[in-house]
């Protein structure tokens, strides 16, 4: 932070403490022996090993595993079809196509997911996993959308048609130039979804059938039936690791697309 002034410094590492000392303070004590939130005893590792022989936390765990991944190869398809149709042709309704990629980033969550289960009450969808995958599409292919839009943007043309030209075909040029080109946008947009689907509590929750939960519905209920508790700590901690993960991954993706 070369060339900033002693009140920027300052302010910038209290908006961090601000962000950051709840997750803090809920990690610290997700490790408390006891089961008093507000005083630390003894350092234990309990409560991972009550969640951890959860069998419905593991149920759960894997609902969101396989969920998400569903949702992010559909979204993946769905947005980079839709980056290619904005960015390379044009045709009758594009700025229409191009307002309604923007609308499920902009409008409430919770107004997206009341939405969506008034429509399967209207049609008579039973709730279930197929609901709450195709809620997580709507919202995820968005953002995929705009991450493939934002490379295509830049995107050299020239080497499809120097392809073309040395005789390769449009299905030769799109498996064997335009996706390695796009890789690091895929990848950065597939850990995006992925992340959003694992992380999802509201649509997940308005789109599910009984006995279907996913990890964010079994922290929500534990939260719901008992409070705030030592378990719930380590138990969030735990989806929080994980998410924190592919995060990580995310990241490193996008930097590489910068590059």
Not at 196 to 212: H, Y
């Amino acid at each position: 932070m070369k060339g900033t002034t002693p009140f920027l410094k300052i302010f910038t590492i209290l908006v961090f403490l601000f962000l950051y000392s709840p997750i803090i303070v809920m990690v610290v004590f997700s490790f408390n022996e006891s089961k008093s939130i507000g005083v630390f005893t003894n350092f234990s590792f309990r409560w991972y090993e009550k969640v951890i022989n959860n069998p419905e936390v593991w149920k759960a765990l894997f609902n969101s595993f396989w969920v998400g991944a569903v949702v992010t190869i559909v979204s993946l398809v769905l947005g980079l079809m839709m980056a290619m149709a904005v960015t390379r042709y044009s045709f009758s309704g594009k700025s229409i196509l191009e307002s309604l990629i923007l609308i499920p980033v902009i409008i409430p969550e919770i107004a997206e997911a009341l939405s969506l289960l008034i429509m399967y009450i209207f049609l008579n969808i039973p709730l279930g996993p197929v609901t709450v995958i195709i809620g997580h599409i709507a919202f995820d292919v968005s953002f995929v959308t705009i991450v493939m839009r934002a490379r295509m943007a830049g995107y050299d043309k020239s080497i499809e048609e120097a392809a073309r030209t040395l005789g390769a075909n449009e299905f030769q040029t799109f498996f064997r130039i335009t996706l390695p080109t796009l890789y690091p946008a895929i990848l950065a947009a597939g850990l995006l979804a992925f992340t959003l689907s694992f992380d999802d509590l509201i649509k997940t929750l308005f789109t599910t059938g009984p006995g279907f939960k996913t990890l964010p519905l079994i922290v929500w209920s534990s939260a719901a039936r008992g409070g705030v508790s030592p378990e719930l700590n380590s138990l969030s901690s735990f989806a929080l690791s994980i998410s924190f993960l592919f995060a990580v991954f995310r990241l490193r993706a996008e930097r590489r697309l910068e590059r």
